[in-house]
Every structure is written in C-alpha cells, then in structure tokens.
C-alpha cells in the first residue's frame, strides 16, 4: 500500500481541521482538561488514570503533527489515527456506562450516547482525509 496519494484540497483542508484537533487536544489532556479526561479512563485500565491520559495526549499531539506535515508518512499516520479512535473508543463508553461527568457538555446521558456515535465519523475523517482509505482501496484493485 502506497504512503502517499494525492488528495485533493477538501480532503486537505479537512485532515488539517483534525491535524489541528488532535494537537488542541493533546495539549489539553497534559494541561486544563487533564481531570475530564480521567473521567474516560475505565477502571479496569491497570495504569493510573492521570498517566495514561498523559500518554494518550502525546500520542495525540504526535498523530496530529504527522498528519498534518509528514506527507510522505500521511497514509499511515491516518491509519495511526483511526486505529487511535478505535483504541480510545472502550473509555468512551465506559464513560456513559458509568454516567461520569466531563468537559461540561458531556453532563447527561444523552450527552455520552450521542459522542459514542461521532466515534465512527472520526474514524471515517482520519481514513479520507489523509488518503489512507483511497491508498487501501487502490491496493486491493491493484492486486485484484
């Protein structure tokens, strides 16, 4: 599978939105939002919360770096990404199992439910945005 296809400029404007996320969002969780984001941390995690949400920013901020200047490594850091959503996604919904507040808009259990179905158009944005999902689709034809 090729690390880089052309994508064309809604899909760049796009993966520089969630580039630009992904780094807001890092910075977050090691800084104001370090507590929401224990909130998403299952119990069941054997680490301490406060370190896994630290590991889970850098990650953050390094995947949104990559996505939004790496090019020749933009296929595989949108692979990184969806796989990052996939493997965040058992604290989401730990979080509405357990009805634990955060961030001041997730205080209902509505709230929760409706952020566990954005989860997959994450996953989507990540895949389309950096090419991954057009790199995938052209290796299966090309050995089809």
Do not use: C
Not at 2 to 16: A, D, G, P, S, Y
Not at 22 to 29: P, Q
Not at 31 to 60: C, H, Y
Not at 91 to 117: C, P, T, W
Request: aromatic fraction near 16%.
């Amino acid at each position: 599978m090729e690390n880089q296809v052309k994508t064309n400029l809604i899909q760049n404007i796009f993966r520089i939105i969630l580039a630009i996320f992904m780094i807001y969002a890092g910075f977050s969780h090691l800084t104001f939002n370090r507590l929401d984001f224990q909130a998403q941390v299952p119990d069941w995690v054997p680490l301490s919360k406060d370190l896994v949400v630290i590991l889970s920013g850098i990650v953050e901020m390094i995947l949104g770096l990559g996505l939004a200047f790496w090019k020749k490594e933009r296929v595989r850091f949108g692979w990184a990404l969806a796989i990052f959503f996939i493997l965040v996604f058992p604290g989401n919904i730990a979080q509405y199992m357990e009805g634990k507040d955060a961030f001041g808009v997730l205080n209902s259990d509505g709230a929760r439910l409706r952020r566990l179905f954005f989860q997959p158009v994450l996953i989507a944005w990540a895949l389309w945005s950096s090419g991954a999902w057009k790199a995938w689709r052209a290796s299966k034809t090309e050995k089809g």
